[in-house]
């Protein structure tokens, strides 16, 4: 049975594009909390476009450069402020704004139906400053997002982090595990699929934490520096894991294995026969037998190029006639000389060695 798709994320692109213009060290977000400091309410529309001014009447035109101080004065009069879309100049302000009033909205107040309704209708980011509450609310494409304050943004991320930290040891075990049987060729569908759940479960919490760090701005930097170093080569490992086992057709390549583990809903992730049915492997079962084209270990030989790897690949089909191909054989290949075969050579040799001894030691 296939799986559904996973729901939209709540930050996706459109909205994470405007969680960075109004990121803390930015003059936007500046200027909002100099509002919320003065208790007051604003509905800020980020774009001036011909679509935006279709939904605007009355206001004046300033066209003035934005600083921050201007954006929580202006913000004293009722109506909208219209920005640039770059937020480098206020464009309008005191402006009325006229959505299409059959827009569904979720809101009950008129500044924040307002909001959501020009978000729906025109692709532009609204953002609503509750008087009452001091909630900043960004609008776009139909999808909200409330601020929440630094600290408690910092929390989850640490935490999202602990997790990330969790998955990624277990990825490396299930990983190093995969690279010991490929050398004694025991691989079965279960030990792929695992490596591709554990890669996946990886890949969403960094995806996860990525919207963290753009909500913090600048205040994100050694959330991103964490980042990086627990996700290093996950993403290309994941890319590799799959080029060695998924099964092409001519209407299926690896772009579309990707595509379809990313599609997968958490419940089916955790089902290791969907993770498969994504390498379109048949009927297959779990513990059917596969052999690895010889890709992922491969790539793991120092200053050897993904296309000799193609190359390599290409002639003997598999990891195991590769590696038990001669210095003769593999210099036969297109792009591998004496010195490149013996690299090769020596590399999988070495590699098969660690494998076993991490295995079984």
């Known amino acids: 049975m296939p799986a559904q798709p996973r729901s939209e994320d709540p930050r996706s692109e459109a909205m994470l594009t405007a969680l960075h213009l ?16 003065a208790r007051m309410g604003a509905l800020i529309v980020i774009g001036d476009g011909p679509d935006v001014l279709s939904v605007c009447s009355g206001g004046f035109l300033l066209d003035s450069e934005f600083t921050p101080q201007r954006l929580s004065e202006l ?75 630094i600290p408690q943004v910092l929390a989850r991320s640490d935490q999202a982090l602990q997790i990330l930290g969790r998955y990624k040891a277990r990825l490396d075990t299930v990983s190093s595990a995969l690279s010991a049987l490929e050398v004694e060729d025991l691989v079965t569908v279960r030990d792929v699929a695992t490596v591709l759940q554990r890669a996946e479960m990886v890949r969403r919490v960094a995806e996860e934490i990525e919207g963290y760090v753009v909500e913090l701005g600048a205040d994100g930097r050694l959330v ?25 057709g001519d209407d299926f390549d690896l772009l579309d294995v990707l595509r379809d ?54 002639r003997f089909t598999n990891l195991q006639k590769i590696m038990r191909a001669s210095i003769v054989d593999l210099t036969g290949v297109d792009g591998v000389g004496e010195v490149r075969a013996r690299a090769i050579k020596e590399g999988l040799a070495r590699l098969a060695e660690t494998s076993i001894l991490e295995r079984y030691v």
């Open 224 to 248: 991103l520096l964490q980042l990086d170093e627990l996700i290093g080569g996950v993403a290309e490992d994941r890319r590799l894991v799959a080029k060695d086992y998924f099964h092409e």
């Open 261 to 314: 583990l990313a599609a997968l809903d958490d419940e089916s992730l955790l089902d290791l026969n969907s993770v498969a049915a994504a390498l379109h492997l048949g009927d297959s079962p779990l513990d059917g037998a596969m052999q690895p084209r010889g890709f992922r270990l491969l790539h793991k030989i120092p200053r050897l190029p993904e296309v000799v790897s193609d190359h390599v690949v290409a």
């Open 22 to 37: 109004v990121a803390p060290g930015t003059q936007l977000r500046e200027g909002i909390d100099r509002i919320l400091q």
């Open 75 to 149: 913000a004293k009069m009722d109506g909208a402020i219209v920005l640039a879309s770059d937020c480098s100049r206020v464009a309008r302000a005191n402006v009325h704004l006229v959505p299409d009033p059959n827009v569904p909205t979720s809101e009950t107040g008129t500044r924040h139906r307002t909001a959501e309704r020009v978000g729906r209708q025109i692709d532009v980011p609204v953002i609503s400053i509750s008087e009452d509450m001091s909630v900043v609310t960004i609008h776009r494409r139909g999808q909200k997002h409330s601020l929440e304050p």
